[in-house]
């Protein structure tokens, strides 16, 4: 069975880091390219940014750049969001999601999330 | 980025009626759409993909349609567990963008 699960999430303070984990099984993680989405409360989804297989390159939706870093760690088939300096719109559901192989863009597995509030 | 637009936000019905869901994109996508469903306490769930094509385990009660820029998930013979939000996405091009969800509810 795919799964994908999220952690780290929590109250974080405004301009503090934070780190969410994201651990698969079920599947070869090194094989995928790997997403995060997040969702602001009772907003649509958002795209954040992507990693490829072996991790040596990283996209980012336009918005996104500059305070997110995307990573991964095949030997313990996670992957991480590095989250810094963050402010009250980052206030979300944070996702891990699978690119499906063989249609770009499409993800066909997901986390259930990983809830983050920042707040003073 | 291309802006998806989704109508209507909300929508009632009973179990065992039909169902459709719009979404227009801000400019063609040619057939590059996806949907997913998401639903409180589990991951969310691609259905459809290339507009469509229903993935695997997806019932058959759900279509997709469409190719352009303006594209349909309908729904037919609406059992208990289709209530819930549903998403569509473009995945045409870079960066992948999603419309603001429409939530299917009980009537």
């Known amino acids: 069975e795919v799964k994908l699960v999220e952690s780290g999430g929590g109250l974080v303070l405004p301009g503090a880091s934070l780190k969410l984990s994201c651990i698969v099984s079920?599947?070869?993680?090194?094989?995928?390219?790997m997403r995060w989405v997040r969702q602001a409360p009772g907003k649509g989804l958002e795209f954040i940014g992507e990693?490829?297989?072996?991790?040596?390159?990283?996209n980012y939706a336009p918005s996104m750049k500059g305070r997110f870093t995307i990573s991964r760690d095949n030997a313990k088939n996670t992957l991480y969001l590095q989250m810094s300096s963050v402010r009250s719109e980052d206030t979300a559901t944070y996702y891990c999601?699978?690119?499906?192989?063989?249609?770009?863009?499409?993800?066909?597995?997901w986390g259930q999330g990983a809830s983050v509030t920042v707040s003073s | 980025d291309v802006q998806m637009t989704q109508s209507p936000s909300n929508l009632a019905a009973s179990p065992g009626e039909s169902v459709s869901i719009n979404c227009k994109a801000s400019k063609s996508i040619s057939k590059y759409l996806a949907w997913y469903q998401q639903k409180p306490g589990k991951a969310n769930k691609l259905l459809i993909y290339s507009g469509s094509t229903l993935q695997s385990g997806t019932p058959s009660r759900f279509s997709g349609s469409g190719s352009g820029t303006d594209f349909t998930l309908t729904i037919r013979n609406l059992e208990p567990e289709d209530f819930g939000l549903y998403y569509c996405q473009q995945h045409n091009e870079y960066p992948p963008t999603f419309g603001a969800g429409t939530k299917l509810e009980l009537k």
């Open positions: 999601a699978r690119q499906d192989p063989r249609h770009y863009y499409v993800m066909d597995a």
């Open positions: 079920g599947f070869t993680f090194s094989d995928y390219w």
């Open positions: 990693i490829k297989p072996d991790g040596s390159k990283t």
